[in-house]
């Protein structure tokens, strides 16, 4: 098992950003697929059209989501935390992704940065 961190920095509000991460219909609109997502603790959620699947763990709005993601035979919950800074009016992206399957990491760690991050960061800096 690896753990993974990133930060990054988008200059927009960090409303914008917490929006664009747990609305599904902006999820859509960055990531260009079909995404399920409530706003809620406990519910289930899918990205990219199933490729990525769990629950959410934590929410607190504008600052924080935390999500368990679905690993097949996994018996430890890998975690994503995604924490959310105001820097004067800009948003540093904290991310920290736990207990990721060592067979798995690289593309977990090439999906982030171009899929995720780099999707979310290019769409809302438009």
């Known amino acids: 098992m690896k753990d993974l961190r990133k930060t ?7 409303e914008k950003v917490y929006n664009a991460i747990t609305n599904p219909l902006t999820i859509e609109l960055w990531s260009g697929y079909e995404a399920r997502m409530e706003d809620k603790p406990g519910s289930e959620f899918s990205l990219f059209d ?4 769990g629950r959410i763990q934590t929410l607190y709005p504008p600052s ?4 368990v993601w679905d690993f097949e035979g996994q018996e430890e919950d890998s ?3 995604l924490e959310l800074f105001d820097e004067s009016g800009k948003t540093r992206v904290e991310l920290i992704h736990t207990n990721i ?13 171009e899929y995720y991050l780099g999707a979310l960061k290019t769409y809302l800096e438009m």
């Open 50 to 53: 199933g490729d990525i699947s």
């Open 79 to 81: 975690v994503v935390r």
């Open 8 to 14: 990054i920095h988008i200059k927009v509000p960090r």
């Open 101 to 113: 399957p060592d067979d798995a990491f690289e593309n977990i760690e090439t999906g982030w940065k």
């Open 64 to 67: 924080l989501l935390e999500q």
